[in-house]
T-cell receptor, first 117, second 117 residues
Framework: AQSVAQPEDQVNVAEGNPLTVKCTYS??????LFWYVQYPNRGLQFLLK??????LVKGSYGFEAEFNKSQTSFHLKKPSALVSDSALYFC???????????????FGTGTQLKVEL | GAGVSQTPSNKVTEKGKYVELRCDPI?????LYWYRQSLGQGPEFLIY????????DSGLPNDRFFAVRPEGSVSTLKIQRTERGDSAVYLC???????????????FGSGTRLTVV
């Protein structure tokens, strides 16, 4: 089984400050990890992913995420937040050892990011 | 098309009625996924198509739910005898191939908001 936990329902940060949105995961095999962002009345947009390689991955809009195998975490980060970053963020995982199944993802419950002036 | 298109964007139906939700994937994408997002939750996997066939329907909650993709492009999610608990946003996503989804994630549509009254 695969699962994802996003422990914070909401994160508030001032514009210009660094932000972190937390995610921990559980899979039997190697994790494939993703972050998606959802703006109001719009579909989920892919931000970044970790499959293998460097633990720090860079994605769209200046976001990055750090894979930590020992802590089973994949926290989303940005050095300097913008008001326009305010949205709902979802972490997702797939067990990379599973064959077939079409790469279905298990999503967390989401974290609402609010960036204020 | 340029993106994944879902129609209608909103659907209100009475309890017990039958509904059909349509998904038009990106042209040429062979893998198509349906997810359901209830209020305050992350998307939950329903079914995955590779071409015309349902490769994994393990997420369908019961036999009132059915989906087809007869020509390998447009897909229709069908819900019989709707219940109030079926109210959610139904999301469709597509990818060039299932294996490519592992590396690059999916492209999601904006969803259909289904309300059963």
């Amino acid at each position: 089984a695969q699962s994802v936990a996003q422990p914070e329902d909401q994160v508030n940060v001032a514009e210009g400050n660094p932000l972190t949105v937390k995610c921990t995961y559980s899979v039997s095999g190697n994790p494939y990890l993703f972050w998606y962002v959802q703006y109001p009345n719009r579909g989920l947009q892919f931000l970044l992913k970790y499959i293998t390689g460097d633990n720090l991955v860079k994605g769209s809009y200046g976001f990055e995420a750090e894979f930590n195998k020992s802590q089973t975490s994949f926290h989303l980060k940005k050095p300097s937040a913008l008001v326009s970053d305010s949205a709902l963020y979802f972490c997702a995982v797939r067990d990379g050892e599973l064959t077939g199944g079409g790469n279905k993802l298990t999503f967390g419950t989401g974290t609402q990011l609010k960036v204020e002036l | 098309g340029a993106g994944v298109s879902q129609t209608p964007s909103n659907k209100v139906t009475e309890k017990g009625k039958y509904v059909e939700l349509r998904c038009d994937p990106i042209s040429g994408h062979t893998a198509l996924y349906w997810y359901r997002q209830s209020l305050g939750q992350g998307p939950e996997f329903l079914i995955y198509f590779q071409g015309t066939g349902a490769a994994d329907d393990s997420g369908l909650p019961n036999d009132r739910f059915f989906a087809v993709r007869p020509e390998g492009s447009v897909s229709t999610l069908k819900i019989q005898r709707t219940e109030r608990g079926d109210s959610a946003v139904y999301l469709c996503a597509s990818s060039l191939t299932a294996s490519r989804a592992s590396n690059y994630g999916y492209t999601f549509g904006s969803g259909t908001r289904l309300t059963v009254v």
